[in-house]
T-cell receptor, first 115, second 115 residues
Framework: GAGVSQSPRYKVAKRGQDVALRCDPI?????LFWYQQALGQGPEFLTY????????KSGLPSDRFFAERPEGSVSTLKIQRTQQEDSAVYLC?????????????FGPGTRLTVT | AQTVTQSQPEMSVQEAETVTLSCTYD???????LFWYKQPPSRQMILVIR??????QNATENRFSVNFQKAAKSFSLKISDSQLGDAAMYFC????????????FGTGTRLQVTL
């Protein structure tokens, strides 16, 4: 079937605007992850869902970041009052279960530029 | 906290030759997984190879193999018979087998393949 998809692929926001980034995981995958990848860096963990339950949000950098997965499939990462330091590629990944045993499949990412 | 270190920001290899990318990690866990991911310029992250810490045998996938030294906490990737399509960013990543499934990535190594 189809892989992980993300939309939009590119987003330009003015400082202070709110943005919403969407992730469509592979059908049937119970685990969903969000990562933030700054330019020239490796991805950094933001948050993790198992079905609709957000089990780990320790990587969210501030209370301006919020993620949800209300029906256990599509997920949305919302950033309120965007700042320049939020500029990065936001990657979504899904897997059948725990990361070690099951491969994480990544989407193409959303490149967010805050001006 | 777990950390992953890739000390080679860039590497270059001639087509058909062999190259080794280095990775070290730090963890107090005994049961974990290590990964090499490839990220071509299109940005979609692809799993190259996976190693389970409790397995002493080094993982291999076609032209890709690892040298896993658990005591030294070292996990290098060897690419044999390099091809132009191998050019990409390569990230070393770690996760442990606890309830948290997040991946911890290194900063990456950019591999160039020349004719």
């Amino acid at each position: 079937g189809a892989g992980v998809s993300q939309s939009p692929r590119y987003k330009v926001a003015k400082r202070g605007q709110d943005v919403a980034l969407r992730c469509d995981p592979i059908s049937g995958h119970v685990s969903l992850f969000w990562y933030q990848q700054a330019l020239g860096q490796g991805p950094e963990f933001l948050t993790y869902f198992q079905n609709e339950a957000q089990l780990d949000k320790s990587g969210l950098p501030s209370d301006r970041f919020f993620a949800e997965r209300p029906e256990g499939s599509v997920s949305t990462l919302k950033i309120q009052r965007t700042q320049q330091e939020d500029s990065a590629v936001y990657l979504c990944a899904s897997s059948q279960g725990l990361a070690g045993r099951y491969e994480q499949y990544f989407g193409p990412g959303t490149r967010l530029t805050v001006t | 906290a777990q950390t992953v270190t890739q000390s080679q920001p860039e590497m270059s290899v001639q087509e058909a030759e062999t190259v080794t990318l280095s990775c070290t990690y730090d963890t107090s866990e005994s049961d974990y997984y290590l990964f090499w991911y490839k990220q071509p310029p299109s940005r979609q992250m692809i799993l190259v190879i996976r190693q389970e810490a409790y397995k002493q045998q080094n993982a291999t996938e076609n032209r890709f193999s690892v040298n896993f030294q658990k005591a030294a906490k070292s996990f290098s990737l060897k690419i044999s018979d390099s091809q132009l399509g191998d050019a990409a960013m390569y990230f070393c990543a770690y996760t442990y087998t606890g309830t948290a499934s997040k991946l911890t990535f290194g900063t990456g190594t950019r591999l160039q393949v020349t004719l």
